[in-house]
Each structure stands twice: as structure tokens, then as C-alpha cells.
């Protein structure tokens, strides 16, 4: 295994795409975060009647233990960047061969298989890790010390992992389906949010009004609902999507077998 992920490393260090996109990835995290915390502190900090009355309808949102609900939902709006990451590291062996090569110097084709996923398990890794640097240091900054159960909502962390891995593993299998990053970016964004919510509304009207809830990447955004203070536009649909979550997080499993074994099947009966 390490011999495979040393072969991986090869590929990949002298590359300069890889880096600029690994260097996005690492500062769009922060960046997203940063930028709805500074909005926020500006707009409560002063005063004025305005200020405290958005303070008093808000709440504090970069609070423990809301800022890991609040973060998870934030962070997850840039899952586009490690997508194309992902994309990246399948499209960029059929553009240079080098999948075809590695078969010919002695590696099976599930070994580059799973080469590919332990990729995406540590892309998945870096942008978790990012997420909770990021929630724990704006929460330890937000929050007084007589604020109870600091670490209530700290399951987000697991559940905004599995989200990015299943929207990275999604990304993936586009990846290799359509071999071109970019056509595989742009399908990619093209479902995720025009086709996939016009789909869902479709079928909630038609079908079943939680019909919606079962599409592939719908499954896995439920596992990171908005942050508490939006419940107040609707407390009762706010809820139900808090008490979905563990379902969404069997369905989103279910979706990971799925595509997983569909990389694998394909490639094992595509020509090289």
C-alpha cells in the first residue's frame, strides 16, 4: 500500500496544477468562514438599534456549540474546489497515460483503484481537518467561559466528513466516466445545483414530498442543515431536518457503495 501512495506522491509533486488547487483548497476553508464571522462581528459589534436587534434575531451563530453546525453548513458550499482536486488526480492518467503505463509495470487495475481512493480519503482528510481548525478557532475565540456543553454539536466534525467524502467520491466517479477535468467539473456543478434541485422539487410535487432527499448529492448536503438561527423562518421544517440526519447518514453510506463500486466495475471492463 505504501508503495502505491509513494507511486501517487511521484505524480503529483512536480505537478503545478496539483498545487495550486491543493493551495485553494486550503485557504477557501478559512476564507468562507472568515469572511461570514467578519460580516457578522461588523454588523453586531456596534450599538446601534439595528445591530442589536440583528444580535438578538441571530444569536451568535460562531458560538460553541453552534459554530460547528454553522461552519459545517459554510464549509460545505465550497466542496467545488477539492472536487475539482479529485477530478484531477483520474482525468490527469488519461490525459498523460499514465494509468496504462502503471498496468504495464506490474500493478492490477483494482491496486490503482484503491491507490485512487486512499487519494480521496486524504483530500477528504485535509479538508476536514481544515473545517475543524477553522470551527474550533473561531469557537474558543466567540465563546465565555460559562457557556455550557461547548462540545454538544461535536458529531458535526464525522458528519461533514462523510459529506465530503461522498460529494469527493461523486466527483471522482464523473471523473473517470468523462476523462476531461474541466467537462467533469462542469457536469459536476451543472447536477449539483441546477439539475439536481429542479429534480428534487419535481419529485417531492409528483412522487413524494421526501422523494427529494434520496438524489445522490442531496443525501449527503442534509447531513449539514442550516445553522440554527435560519429554524426561526420555519422552526417546523428546520427540525425535520434535524431529525432526518441519521437516516441521511445510512443513505449516504448506501450511495458510497454505490459509487465506489460502480469505479470499479467500469474500470475493469473499460480498454486502457
Known amino acids: 500500500m505504501l508503495q502505491l501512495l509513494r507511486t501517487e506522491w511521484l505524480k503529483l509533486k512536480n505537478y503545478p496544477g496539483f498545487w495550486w488547487l491543493m493551495g485553494m483548497t486550503v485557504l477557501s476553508y478559512p476564507g468562507i468562514n472568515g469572511m461570514?464571522?467578519?460580516?457578522?462581528?461588523?454588523?453586531?459589534?456596534?450599538?446601534?438599534?439595528?445591530?442589536?436587534l440583528l444580535k438578538m434575531l441571530l444569536g451568535n451563530p460562531f458560538e460553541f456549540p453552534e459554530v460547528?453546525?454553522?461552519?459545517?453548513?459554510?464549509?460545505?458550499?465550497?466542496?467545488?474546489?477539492?472536487?475539482?482536486?479529485?477530478?484531477?488526480?483520474?482525468?490527469?492518467?488519461y490525459t498523460y497515460k499514465t494509468n496504462?503505463?502503471?498496468?504495464i509495470d506490474g500493478w492490477s487495475r483494482n491496486q490503482f483503484l484503491i491507490a485512487k481512493f486512499f487519494n480521496v480519503v486524504i483530500i477528504s482528510l485535509i479538508v476536514i481537518a481544515l473545517y475543524a481548525i477553522v470551527t474550533f478557532s473561531i469557537g474558543f475565540i466567540n465563546t465565555?467561559?460559562?457557556?455550557k456543553n461547548k462540545f454538544q454539536l461535536v458529531h458535526y466534525i464525522g458528519l461533514f466528513g462523510l459529506q465530503t467524502f461522498a460529494q469527493l467520491s461523486f466527483a471522482f466517479l464523473l471523473g473517470l466516466l468523462i476523462k476531461r477535468a474541466?467537462?467533469?467539473?462542469?457536469?459536476?456543478?451543472?447536477?449539483?445545483?441546477?439539475?439536481?434541485?429542479?429534480?428534487?422539487?419535481?419529485l417531492k410535487k409528483y412522487v413524494h414530498p421526501e422523494a427529494g432527499r434520496f438524489l445522490p448529492t442531496e443525501s449527503s448536503d442534509l447531513l449539514t442543515p442550516v445553522p440554527a438561527f435560519f429554524g426561526r423562518l420555519d422552526q417546523k421544517v428546520?427540525?425535520?431536518?434535524?431529525?432526518i440526519i441519521n437516516e441521511q447518514v445510512f443513505i449516504t453510506f448506501a450511495y458510497l457503495l454505490i459509487f465506489w463500486g460502480l469505479v470499479f466495475w467500469i474500470y475493469k471492463k473499460r480498454d486502457l
Do not use: W
Open 36 to 52: 461570514f464571522y467578519f460580516v457578522f462581528k461588523t454588523e453586531t459589534s456596534n450599538s446601534k438599534q439595528a445591530a442589536q
Open 68 to 93: 460547528f453546525r454553522t461552519a459545517a453548513f459554510l464549509s460545505s458550499c465550497f466542496v467545488t474546489v477539492p472536487a475539482l482536486l479529485v477530478i484531477m488526480l483520474i482525468t490527469n492518467e
Open 100 to 103: 496504462r503505463q502503471n498496468v
Open 144 to 147: 465565555g467561559a460559562d457557556v
Open 182 to 202: 474541466f467537462i467533469a467539473l462542469g457536469v459536476f456543478i451543472f447536477y449539483k445545483i441546477p439539475v439536481e434541485n429542479i429534480s428534487g422539487e419535481l
Open 238 to 243: 428546520y427540525d425535520h431536518s434535524l431529525s
